[in-house]
């Protein structure tokens, strides 16, 4: 149990580290300041229920399985790919994955991956700067693989 222990603090180590020079992977809990932080435009893909409250620039996306007319099922990977690109084009220069874990149960740990690698490339080509929030609920070998997709 101790060494467990051990491990979640070298973990939120390695996470607040990361935070604090904004690389690619950001602390679940940063959210907030990340969404407030600059004055340009910012895509959100998230689990929260979409909240009339968000800044003004913040566009968000409501990633859920519910019979709402503003949800994107999980599954429908192609339909946020799409919303990206098309906020992309308008002008977004953050694009923000606060749903990882999510997509990772409905879709798999390897289809998962392989589109936030897509999210980042068109971040990038597209000269906008991609952030994913993790947890403490991604296992190390997860977050040494999407480590290296991000960055």
């Given at each position: 149990?101790?060494?467990?222990?051990?491990?979640?603090?070298k973990v939120a180590l390695v996470l607040k580290r990361k935070t604090s020079d904004q690389g690619?992977?950001?602390d679940y809990r940063e959210l907030d300041r990340l969404l407030t932080q600059g004055d340009h435009k910012k895509l959100?893909?998230?689990r929260r229920p979409l909240a009339n409250s968000s800044p003004d620039d913040v566009v968000?996306?409501?990633?859920?399985?519910?019979?709402?007319?503003?949800?994107?099922s999980p599954t429908d990977l192609h339909i946020l790919e799409s919303i990206?690109?098309?906020?992309?084009?308008?002008?977004?220069?953050s694009v923000i994955l606060d749903a990882l874990e999510?997509?990772?149960?409905?879709?798999?740990?390897?289809?998962?991956?392989?589109?936030?690698?897509?999210?980042?490339?068109?971040a990038i080509l597209n000269g906008a700067k991609f952030y994913v929030t993790v947890s403490e609920g991604i296992d190390e070998k997860?977050?040494?693989?999407l480590r290296r997709i991000v960055e």
């Open positions: 149990m101790r060494a467990r222990i051990g491990s979640v603090v690619p992977l950001v959100l893909i998230t968000s996306v409501w990633v859920s399985k519910a019979n709402h007319p503003k949800a994107v990206v690109w098309k906020e992309l084009q308008k002008g977004t220069k999510y997509l990772m149960i409905e879709n798999g740990h390897e289809r998962a991956l392989k589109f936030v690698g897509k999210l980042r490339d068109m997860t977050r040494v693989m």
